[in-house]
């Protein structure tokens, strides 16, 4: 994995799961993964406690159109002497509709 994080689907459906999986040469340490709702609440994703699982998954549980992005950036002790990171954002992505699984009504 060349880049930095990746996202799994790109863009989650209302109330599914979306995976974000790290590079764990580029994060030594399981990265803070924060949330952003535009117009709403961060979010804070609880991450794994050692890099031996390089993927969270979280529960998108938004409304469909609601904008949001992470933020993906090491842990403060990861961070270099001079404050550098290899802190990232996602593009913004939109929540979208999953239609609602249909149960079929057998009259008795």
Known sequence: MSSFFTLSPLKPSQCS?????????RYQEP??????VL?????????????SA????????LREGTPFLYLVQPPISSEDSTG?????????????????????VIPV
Do not use: C, H
Request: charged share 10%; glycine share 6%; net charge negative.
């Open 31 to 36: 990265p803070v993964i924060l949330g952003f």
């Open 84 to 104: 550098n990171s290899d802190a990232r954002t996602s593009p913004l992505i939109m929540a979208s509709w999953s239609p609602a699984k249909v149960v079929e």
């Open 54 to 61: 390089t993927y969270a998954q979280w529960e998108v549980n």
């Open 17 to 25: 799961d979306q995976v974000i999986s790290w590079n764990s040469t």
């Open 39 to 51: 117009g709403g609440p961060a979010i804070t994703l609880v991450r794994p406690p050692t890099n």
